[in-house]
C-alpha cells in the first residue's frame, strides 16, 4: 500500500472526515435556518424585550453560513491537517516513512492533498446544501457568484493546511501545531487593520461566496489569490526543507 492510500485510509478508518463533513454540513443547514427565522427566534426568548429585524434577503443565508465556516470550520480544518501533518509526533512512525522515501516531499504531499480534498469537498457539500436551504426559505441566489467564491474559499483552505504543514515542523506534537496555527490564522485577518495590506491577505477569500453573490466582481479578489496561491507555496517549501534537514 503506498503512502496515498495510507493517508486516505487513515483519514477514513479514524472517522476524522466526520468532523470536516458534520460541521460544514450542519452550518450549511443552520445557516440559512438562522438567517430566516432569526427575529422569531429572538422573540421566542426575549421576553417582553421587543427586537425589529428587517425581512431576510437571500444572502442572509450565504453570509450566515460563511461567518459559521470560517470559525469552527476553520478550527475542523486545521485539527484533520495537523493530525496528518504532524509527522513527527511520533518519532517511530516518523523513522518509518522517511527511511522509505527518496525526498521529503514524498511524505509530505499525500499528508497535505488528502486533508485538502477532504476539507474542500466537504466546503462544497456544505455551500451546496446552504444554496437549496437559501432558496428554499429565503429567495434565489445568485449561484454563479456563490461558485466562484467558493472556489476561491477552497484555495484559501489550500493555504490554511499549507500553513498547518509548515507550523508542524517547529512544534514538538499535534496539540502544540493545532494551537499555534490557530493562533496564526487567528492574527492574520487582524493585519487587515492595515488598509494596504487588507486586499493582499488570503484571509479576505474566506467571505469571496457572499460577496460575489452581492455586488463584489472577481478581479476584487485577484491580490488575494495571487498572495494565497504563494504562500502556500513557499510553505509547502519550507515544510519540506525542514523535515529534509530535520534529524530522525
Keep these: 500500500m503506498n503512502l496515498w492510500r495510507v493517508e486516505l485510509a487513515r483519514l477514513l478508518r479514524t472517522n476524522r472526515w466526520m468532523l470536516l463533513a458534520g460541521v460544514f454540513a450542519t452550518f450549511g443547514l443552520l445557516g440559512p435556518l438562522s438567517a430566516r427565522y432569526l427575529g422569531e427566534i429572538i422573540a421566542r426568548f ?4 421587543e427586537v425589529t429585524f428587517p425581512d431576510p434577503k437571500p444572502i442572509d443565508g450565504i453570509a ?12 475542523a480544518v486545521v485539527i484533520v491537517a495537523a493530525s496528518a501533518l504532524a509527522i513527527d509526533a511520533r518519532p517511530e512512525i516518523s523513522a518509518f516513512y522517511r527511511t522509505r522515501v ?6 509530505v504531499a499525500p499528508r497535505y492533498w488528502v486533508p485538502l480534498a477532504a476539507s474542500a469537498l466537504s466546503l462544497i457539500v456544505g455551500t451546496f446544501m446552504a444554496v437549496i436551504a437559501t432558496e428554499i426559505l429565503i429567495g434565489p441566489l445568485d449561484t454563479v457568484g456563490v461558485a466562484l467564491g467558493t ?3 477552497v484555495i484559501y483552505l489550500g493555504f490554511l493546511v499549507a500553513l498547518v504543514a509548515a507550523i508542524s515542523t517547529f512544534t514538538a506534537g499535534t496539540t502544540t501545531t493545532i494551537f499555534a496555527a490557530l493562533a496564526t490564522a487567528i492574527a492574520i485577518p487582524a493585519v487587515g487593520l492595515i488598509a494596504a495590506v487588507e486586499p493582499w491577505l488570503p484571509s479576505e477569500l474566506v467571505g469571496a461566496a457572499m460577496d460575489l453573490a452581492s455586488d463584489a466582481e472577481p478581479l476584487d479578489f485577484l491580490r488575494s489569490t495571487v498572495s494565497a496561491l504563494a504562500s502556500t507555496t513557499l510553505l509547502l517549501r519550507v515544510a519540506v526543507l525542514r523535515i529534509d534537514r530535520r534529524e530522525i
Excluded at 64 to 75: D, I, K, R, T
Excluded at 102 to 107: C, G, L, P, R, S
Design 46 to 49: 426575549g421576553g417582553e424585550i
Design 64 to 75: 450566515q453560513f460563511a461567518a459559521n465556516w470560517s470559525q469552527l470550520g476553520v478550527l
Design 102 to 107: 527518496e525526498n521529503a516531499w514524498q511524505v
Design 151 to 153: 472556489g476561491l474559499a
